[in-house]
Each structure stands twice: as C-alpha cells, then as structure tokens.
C-alpha cells in the first residue's frame, strides 16, 4: 500500500531533514510513527500524503509515485489529518468545512451524494452542522478536521497527533472511531502520536525515528520492551510496560498485558498454578 524507497527530503536549502527512509506498509494496517520533537515525523507524513515530493528516493501509494500523482488524484487515496487543525479548516460552517473535503475528492457535481454523507457524519459526530468552527473548542475542531479529512473514505489515513489537546472522553472517541475504520473498512492508518498508551492501545505496528532516521521497525510491543532503542530515540514506554518491565518475570503476563488489570489477572493466574 504504501512503499518508501531510500526516501530523503531536505526543505529548501536546510540540510537533509529525512534520509535513507525505507518500510513497507500493507493495507489495514494501523502504524504509529514515533520520535521525539524534530525527529521528522511530520516530513515523513507529509511524503507519504505528496504534499512533499522526495528529494532522493521514491514513494508510492497504492503503486503510484507520489512525485507524479496529480494532487486530485492523491486526494482519492489519501487523507491526511494536521497537526493543527487550524491550519486545515477554512469554511464558515461545519457542514461546509465536511462537505468541502467530499466536492474536492467526488466532484462538485456529486450534490446529493455529498449531502446524504454529510449528514451521516454530522450525526455520527453529534454536531448540528450550521456552528461556525471557530466557536467551538480545540477539541471539536480537531473532530470538525478528521471528520472532512476521513469523509471521502480514504483507503489511507495519515494522522498528525490527532489526539493533542483533546480531553479524555474526546480523545477515546476520535480514536475508537479511527479504529472502527481500520477494523471495518480496512482502512490503512499511519499516526504520528506522542501519547505512548494511546500507541500501546491503538497501534500494531511501529517505526522509530530520530534524527530523520528510521531506528526500528516492529510491532508496538516489542518495541516498548526494547529500552535501549526507546533511551535512543528519547521515548518514554507507556507506564503499564514500564511497571511490568519493573516487576520483572517473576510476574506473568508481564510480556503482553495492555492494561493493569490484564496485568493483575494474568500475575494471579501464575501465582495460583505455583501454589
Ligand atoms: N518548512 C520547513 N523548512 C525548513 N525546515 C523545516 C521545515 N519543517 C520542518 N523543518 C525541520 O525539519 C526537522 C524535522 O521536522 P518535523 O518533520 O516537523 O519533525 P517532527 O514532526 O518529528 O517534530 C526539524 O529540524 C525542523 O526544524
Ligand atoms: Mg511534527
């Protein structure tokens, strides 16, 4: 689905941001890109979405090379959500922010279609449809971007810190539904998260950046068990790996358990069958 090649981006005259990027990502999969601040995650994101075109390497998305996909074209394939969602809403009204996403990628023609999708979002994500985005919270603006963002049914996702300012309640719903789209649709996501259990949560698979160097590539679980390789690339693992980590093997479970009561569950089980 989506192939990096020794992918390399430098902005204009900066030394290389990005190098030597290589990884495959099939369809369906659901792929957090981690990395401390400046690592390189947004280029990253940015040369899977075409908004920028490598400067060494090559890119394809769904086999076509991003360097020469019309930007209609990548629309069809690809959404991408922005850090900020500020920097990506530009109607007056929700329904026209949601709607101005689908006319970009159906058509304009499309009027119907548009309207009964719209709708359909509008309901899903409880907005009335008439606010001005700008008057609602941080949070509901970023719900206001992903919902335009995902309208057009993407077959690919690529998500910029999708959850930073947003409450806990906000932040399980956007991500239950991001993942409902992985599940149901097949929807292939790729996020850029700093929140290490919603990664553990959310994520299989991921790739370690630093430096503008990809460092590792594995599943989300072993790479939180890899404490040299998150000391490298200045990640913290999410407490729950670190307090397995801590009670050492003496605990089962302590390899797989996500949340603490998987954890609790799995030591007694172990302790009962010593006993
Ligand atoms: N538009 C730009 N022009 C020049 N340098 C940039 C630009 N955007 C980012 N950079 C530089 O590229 C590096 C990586 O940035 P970025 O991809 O945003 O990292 P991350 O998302 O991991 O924080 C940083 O050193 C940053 O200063
Ligand atoms: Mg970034």
């Keep these: 689905m989506i192939t990096a090649e020794h992918v390399g981006y430098a902005y204009r005259g900066n030394v290389r941001t990005v190098s030597d990027l290589s990884f495959h990502i099939e369809k369906g999969e659901f792929v957090a890109l981690l990395g401390e601040n400046g690592a390189g995650k947004t280029t990253a994101v940015k040369l899977i979405a075409g908004l920028l075109r490598p400067t060494e390497g090559r890119m394809t998305v769904n086999g076509l090379d991003t360097a020469k996909t019309r930007v209609s074209e990548r629309a069809k394939q690809v959404g991408f959500l922005f850090q900020n969602p500020d920097r990506q809403i530009c109607e007056n009204t929700v329904r026209d922010e949601i709607a101005f996403g689908l006319r970009a990628v159906w058509g304009k ?13 509008l309901e899903v994500f409880g907005f009335r449809g ?15 971007a992903l919902t335009s963002t995902l309208a057009p049914r993407p077959a690919v996702l690529l998500l910029d810190e999708p959850t930073t300012g947003l409450d806990y309640r906000e932040c399980t719903r956007i991500m239950e539904f991001i993942r409902r789209l992985n599940e149901t649709e097949g ?5 850029v998260c700093h929140d290490m259990e919603i990664v553990l949560d959310y994520a299989r698979r991921a790739l370690v950046m630093a430096g503008g160097h990809l460092l590792d590539d594995g599943p989300v679980k072993e790479i939180f068990r890899d404490a040299p390789l998150l ?35 799995e030591t007694a089980k172990k302790k009962g069958e010593r006993a």
Excluded: H, Y
């Design 109 to 121: 023609k499309e009027t119907e279609r548009i309207r009964e999708r719209t709708d359909e979002l």
């Design 231 to 265: 000391e490298k690339a200045s990640l913290l693992p999410p407490q729950i790996v670190q307090i397995a980590g801590r009670l050492g093997g003496e605990f089962a479970g302590a390899d797989d358990a996500q949340t603490l009561s998987s954890l609790i569950a």
């Design 130 to 144: 008439d606010e001005d985005p700008f008057s609602l919270s941080r949070g509901q603006r970023q719900q206001v």
């Design 187 to 191: 929807t292939t996501v790729v996020m």
